[in-house]
């Protein structure tokens, strides 16, 4: 028997298979590399930010109010809303879907309390904005970089007892539940 330091092809053989397993694991780590990083610049998340959340009641009625704002890169669901989980009718909803920015800070408003129609006019600061009343069994589309107003009519389980005490608003969309807390605030008529 041949010995190995004699054979000159047994070192090569070592070195060369050592060369092909080298060349192809790192050929398919820059394949898994770029797979990854062409998934995940063209995925676009789901992102909602919402403020200026407010609960009131005046001893005859309750309402709910809040702003969000889609910053995401995608069009969002909106499936449900929520306060003190109690989920509100959409039929109690009012909303407004605007790509302009909003300052003013929303405010108690009579008008929503009363509307009989579909439609209501609200001043939010010194903008009119027309909110329209949601109907049942509906989902809003907030999409990408627009904002909603909301207000919630009576939502459940708000009474008078309930001022100073903090309550949540939900908003669930289809992927995900946002949640904000607040004060419920007496409403000056």
């Known amino acids: 028997m041949k010995s190995l330091r004699k054979n000159r ?6 070195v060369t298979t050592l060369i ?33 959340q407010h609960i009131w009641n005046n001893q005859t009625t309750s309402l709910g109010a809040i702003m969000i704002i889609n910053t995401g890169g995608r069009d969002v669901v909106i ?17 407004n879907i605007t790509s302009g920015a909003i300052a003013a800070d929303l405010q108690f408003n009579r008008t929503i309390c009363d509307a009989n129609g579909t439609t209501a006019t ?4 010194s903008t009119p904005y027309i909110f329209t009343k949601g109907t049942s069994n509906q989902n809003l589309v907030l999409p990408s970089g627009q904002t909603m107003l909301m207000y919630i009519r009576t939502p459940d389980s708000i009474s008078v007892n309930d001022i100073g005490l903090t309550v949540a608003i939900t908003i669930f969309s289809s992927q995900a539940m946002y949640y904000r807390e607040t004060n419920v605030e007496a409403a000056i008529s």
């Open 20 to 52: 092909i397993l080298v060349v192809s694991v790192l050929l398919a780590g820059v394949v898994t590399y770029f797979a990854i990083n062409v998934t995940s610049t063209r995925v676009q998340e789901e992102n909602l930010a919402m403020t200026k």
């Open 9 to 14: 092809l047994a070192l090569s053989t070592v």
């Open 79 to 95: 499936s449900k809303a929520a306060v003190r989980g109690q989920a509100s009718d959409w039929a109690n909803v009012f909303y």
């Open 122 to 125: 609200v001043m939010v600061g």
